[in-house]
């Protein structure tokens, strides 16, 4: 089954460091995605990547976010400077065809924890 | 603007009992879909099921079953036969339409926490 690959699985950081977050999205899939989940809360879109542009983003996505392709494979979140309240998990995720159906796989996400 | 919500914080089931966890939608799109995901205590996200808005049968996966009632906007799963193993939370999401495209996002529910009883 594929796999969606992310580190590290856990972060901590002082506020106002740069973070970056890593992920191996399934391959040969086109479309990328950045969700976070605030600790007890749902899940909410960040950003959507395509064929090495962005493709839309949410509100969260400020200036201080950023996502990008270093490289064939990898995609990466960064923050540049932060703060407090960006403490969550943060999942990427690629569209998947089933047998019938359409999803989306996860990766197993990166707890980010900012002091 | 798409919504989801679920109106069940917390549900509580015997084990082998079945269990309907509740999601209602609110879209003006034709074409959408419709996901339950599942998210242990160990936080990752595992797809469960998915319904198309144009399908005219509910999904089925094996102990999970989505009952889609279109008219009255709702997305529930029915969990069969529960285990000890399904007390996770279950997020109800949907995908904006534009045709099966991998283009969308998901917008989520707030989710509601289920704890299987032995």
């Known amino acids: 089954e594929p796999e969606v690959t992310q580190t590290p699985s856990h972060q901590v950081t002082q506020m106002g460091q740069e973070v970056i977050l890593r992920c191996v999205p399934i391959s040969n899939h086109l479309y990328f995605y950045w969700y976070r989940q605030i600790l007890g809360q749902k899940v909410e879109f960040l950003v959507s990547f395509y064929n090495n542009e962005i493709s839309e983003k949410s509100e969260i996505f400020d200036d201080q976010f950023s996502v990008e392709r270093p490289d064939g494979s990898n995609f990466t979140l960064k923050i540049r400077s932060t703060k407090l309240e960006d403490s969550a998990m943060y999942f990427c995720?690629?569209?998947?065809?089933?047998?019938?159906?359409?999803?989306?796989?996860f990766g197993s996400g990166t707890r980010l924890t900012v002091v | 603007a798409q919504k989801i919500t679920q109106t069940q914080p917390g549900m509580f089931v015997q084990e082998k009992e079945a269990v309907t966890l509740d999601c209602t939608y609110d879209t003006s799109d034709q074409s959408y879909g419709l996901f339950w995901y599942k998210q242990p205590s160990s936080g990752e996200m595992i797809f469960l099921i998915y319904q198309g808005s144009y399908d005219e049968q509910n999904a089925t996966e094996g102990r999970y079953s989505l009952n889609f009632q279109k008219a009255r906007k709702s997305a529930n799963l029915v969990i069969s036969a529960s285990q000890l193993g399904d007390s996770a939370m279950y997020f109800c999401?949907?995908?904006?339409?534009?045709?099966?495209?991998?283009?969308?996002?998901?917008?989520f529910g707030e989710g509601t926490q289920l704890t299987v009883n032995p």
């Open positions: 995720a690629s569209p998947t065809w089933g047998r019938d159906n359409y999803g989306y796989t």
């Open positions: 999401a949907m995908r904006e339409g534009r045709g099966e495209t991998s283009g969308s996002r998901l917008t």
